[in-house]
């Protein structure tokens, strides 16, 4: 598949499916893959045949947009967010809970993949946050679009390469190795709740003390789904609670209700109430 008609498709399709091609920039040879399997699974000779086979066929466009899903994760990814998170929005998030007379603090992560930002966000809160909140719980809801990937989130074990940005102390207490793979203690693993929804269709109940959605809607979404799914990421938040994106993303100009509190980082409060633009 030349390049010139892979971008071509993609520039004609994304935009029909509410995505963006700027965000598909990089990764168009995976989806290219992926196109291949399928124009050979359907017995098409290019993406010509395809792009009118989809529109004979409505029912292949959710097959398509599977095709355009790009679940890259591992733990700890990007070190300084997750530093942040331990060193300032965790402690920040269990002090106005016990202020609340809450008994636990709870997160989301949108877009979660195989699990490693969720069990991440438990390993934080395990080694850098709880001895201080010995009274408080921690709870996360981990949500993905695919099934595939909440089984494998499920199942714990992962690569080598998955955990080289960990703390080697926190892969020794964390981890048994069976095999080639590192599972997940039960412990870790039985603080995440994993939930199968498409983030723009159905949201879990919050509200969210810290909410994580890195590396999806403000990257592959269009204009439009990104304003609304900003719009639904703040009620979904607790007053003064968290927001963090991807290290290359950042709200929309036009969306209200949030400040962000970092120079360098896409780290975001929302307003309290009685704020301006709250």
């Known amino acids: 598949m030349a390049d010139d008609s892979r971008v071509a498709f993609l520039k004609w399709c994304l935009p029909r499916l509410g995505l963006r091609w700027s965000g598909y920039r990089k990764v168009r040879g995976l989806v290219g893959k992926r196109l291949n399997r399928r124009l050979a699974e359907l017995g098409l000779a290019d993406l010509s045949a395809y792009r009118t086979f989809l529109i004979g066929e409505p029912a292949e466009w959710a097959r398509l947009e599977a095709m355009c899903r790009v679940p890259i994760s591992r733990f700890y990814r990007d070190r300084a967010v997750f530093d942040a998170i331990g060193g300032q929005l965790l402690p920040e998030a269990a002090a106005a809970a016990a202020a609340r007379g809450?008994?636990?603090?709870?997160?989301?992560?949108?877009?979660?993949?195989?699990?490693?930002?969720?069990?991440?966000?438990?390993?934080?809160?395990?080694?850098?946050?709880?001895?201080?909140?010995?009274?408080?719980?921690?709870?996360?809801?981990?949500?993905?679009?695919?099934?595939?990937?909440?089984?494998?989130?499920?199942?714990?074990?992962?690569?080598?390469?998955?955990?080289?940005?960990?703390?080697?102390?926190?892969?020794?207490?964390?981890?048994t190795r069976c095999g080639p793979l590192f599972c997940l203690e039960r412990g870790i693993r039985e603080g995440v709740q994993f939930e199968l929804q498409d983030i723009r269709r159905l949201m879990?109940?919050?509200?969210?003390?810290?909410?994580?959605?890195?590396?999806?809607?403000?990257?592959?979404?269009?204009?439009?789904?990104?304003?609304?799914?900003?719009?639904?990421?703040?009620?979904?938040?607790?007053?003064?609670?968290?927001?963090?994106?991807?290290?290359?993303?950042?709200?929309?100009?036009?969306?209200?209700?949030?400040?962000r509190i970092s120079l360098n980082l896409p780290l975001y409060r929302r307003k309290p109430s009685g704020s301006k633009g709250s």
């Open 102 to 175: 809450d008994n636990a603090v709870k997160c989301w992560s949108a877009g979660c993949a195989s699990g490693e930002e969720p069990y991440t966000l438990v390993m934080v809160w395990r080694f850098c946050v709880a001895q201080d909140w010995p009274t408080l719980g921690f709870t996360v809801i981990a949500t993905d679009a695919e099934n595939m990937m909440i089984e494998r989130a499920k199942a714990a074990c992962y690569a080598r390469s998955s955990l080289k940005d960990l703390p080697p102390q926190w892969v020794e207490q964390a981890f």
């Open 204 to 259: 879990p109940d919050g509200p969210f003390d810290l909410i994580l959605c890195r590396n999806l809607a403000f990257t592959y979404f269009d204009d439009a789904l990104q304003c609304r799914i900003s719009d639904q990421l703040r009620e979904s938040l607790r007053r003064g609670g968290f927001l963090v994106l991807g290290t290359h993303e950042a709200l929309p100009g036009e969306v209200g209700g949030f400040t």
